[in-house]
């Protein structure tokens, strides 16, 4: 059942959910929390918005949660269509770029959708960008967020980051940031996975979180 | 006209366009000045601290304007939202603090002045003061206080608080680093005022990197049993 509400709720604040990528030494993380919640209804609590596209590439799709399903499978095919053709894997700037230009395409019908991209190229560097739902990008060194708990997770990251953190600790930062913010966000929240991305391998771990 | 039914209706004038819907214009009286203000309970003293940008829409208004009122020499109120109603409101209270005093031949204590500034905003329920207090101080039996109050004066004695444009992005550090909240393992333990005074700046730093109303300089309060001493502290100017 559709609840009707007096006054309008922006429509990325639907379904709640916060996205953060951060990169390191050799390394990139991506962290979202796992609720699925519908206006103040918790469905879910098992539903990541971060989507693997390749070995060492990674998606972030916070906003509305249909379209974060939608569009992570019309990413994935359009990855995999790019390596049959090619034979080589799409470079995380070069997905960035393509995601940019998919959702301008839609530019007066958007996919509410803001995007974050984590990766390791080719020789291994650390990739991380963001975007709002309309396509603009931003290329950042230290790290990109979107999602309800925006404002919470500045502050969190502009205090926690530092240049060059090891996997470990970067681990720690991301998981931190991600936790303590979305902590006083009431629409995001009851639990949170984590992707580590290193030359050699990906680590994924799932934090125990307030379930609230 | 009778005679304009005879012709085809694409021959027909378009039909007036309705009158134009209602257009509300409304002026309000209040107006949001920006700033972030900040507020920490030691074990025996109290940190309050708030940046001095005072902005308007995406323009400045000064770069040095204190949101501090030191109202007795055990408590501080930091104040963000109007500007109009902040001045007011501590010059209010700087009134009745006067008036306490020579009646009751002592100064208020830290926990009535909480209570008398709830009771001064829920005065003004039916039209509020668009203020975000925060006050600190040392009680009356010499350990550190942190008051937070909303627009109408509900309020709560808190072990830190933050308040303003920099609200969101400051209160979950302080979850992190004084309550260690979602860290295991780690004892919430007593913090030294030089730990505070740290904790203080870098907080504001970030907050002033992100939030647009938020830099400029910080006034630092720091209260203690024996006095209030103060401190400035520049933030970036962009």
């Not at chain 1, 770029?97 to 560097?125: C, Q, T």
């Not at chain 1, 500045?154 to 240049?163: C, V």
Request: with cysteine; glycine share 6%.
């Amino acid at each position: 059942k559709i609840q009707i509400f007096c006054h309008q709720m922006s429509i990325l604040q639907h379904n709640g959910s916060s996205v953060i990528a951060m990169a390191g030494k050799n390394c990139v993380a991506i962290a979202s929390d796992t609720r699925f919640g519908i206006d103040a209804q918790t469905i879910a609590f098992d539903f990541s918005k971060v989507w693997q596209i390749s070995d060492k590439l990674f998606v972030g799709l916070p906003g509305l949660l249909t379209d974060s399903q939608t569009f992570s499978e019309k990413l994935k095919f359009r990855v995999n269509m790019y390596r049959l053709r090619e034979e080589r894997e799409m470079s995380p700037r070069v997905f960035s770029n393509m995601v940019a230009s998919l959702l301008y395409e839609k530019r007066f019908g958007p996919y509410f959708v803001e995007p974050l991209i984590a990766g390791l190229d080719d020789k291994n560097e650390p990739f991380i960008s963001g975007m709002d739902l309309i396509g603009a990008p931003v290329l950042a060194k230290d790290f990109v967020l979107a999602g309800t708990a925006d404002e919470a997770m500045f502050g969190m990251a502009e205090s926690l980051w530092r240049p060059d953190l090891s996997p470990e600790d970067l681990f720690e930062v991301i998981s931190q940031t991600l936790m303590s913010a979305f902590d006083r966000d009431a629409i995001s929240g009851w639990g949170a996975v984590v992707h580590v991305i290193t030359p050699d391998q990906v680590i994924t771990r799932t934090l125990k979180t307030r379930q609230d | 006209m009778e005679a304009l039914q005879f012709f085809p209706s694409s021959f027909q004038p378009a039909r007036q366009a309705p009158l134009e819907t209602p257009k509300q214009y409304s002026w309000s009286p209040y107006e949001n000045n920006g700033g972030t203000t900040i507020a920490i309970a030691g074990k025996d003293f109290a940190v309050v601290a708030a940046d001095t940008r005072l902005s308007y829409g995406y323009s400045i208004h000064t770069r040095n304007a204190s949101k501090l009122c030191q109202l007795t020499n055990k408590a501080v109120l930091a104040t963000s939202g109007m500007q109009a109603d902040q001045a007011t409101l501590h010059k209010t209270l700087q009134m009745r603090m006067i008036t306490y005093k020579q009646t009751h031949r002592k100064e208020m204590s830290a926990t009535a002045l909480a209570q008398m500034l709830a009771n001064t905003l829920y005065y003004k329920r039916f039209f509020p003061y668009y203020t975000f207090n925060v006050l600190g101080g040392v009680d009356s039996e010499g350990k550190g206080c942190v008051f937070s109050y909303d627009a109408v004066g509900s309020y709560e004695r808190t072990p830190y608080s933050a308040s303003g444009t920099g609200q969101t992005l400051l209160m979950p550090l302080l979850d992190n680093q004084i309550a260690k909240k979602n860290q295991e393992g780690k004892e919430v333990t007593d913090l030294t005022v030089e730990e505070v005074v740290r904790l203080v700046k870098d907080t504001l730093t970030s907050a002033g990197e992100r939030d647009i109303y938020t830099g400029d300089f910080v006034d630092i309060a720091i209260i203690t049993n024996e006095g209030i001493t103060y401190e400035k502290f520049e933030l970036k100017l962009d």
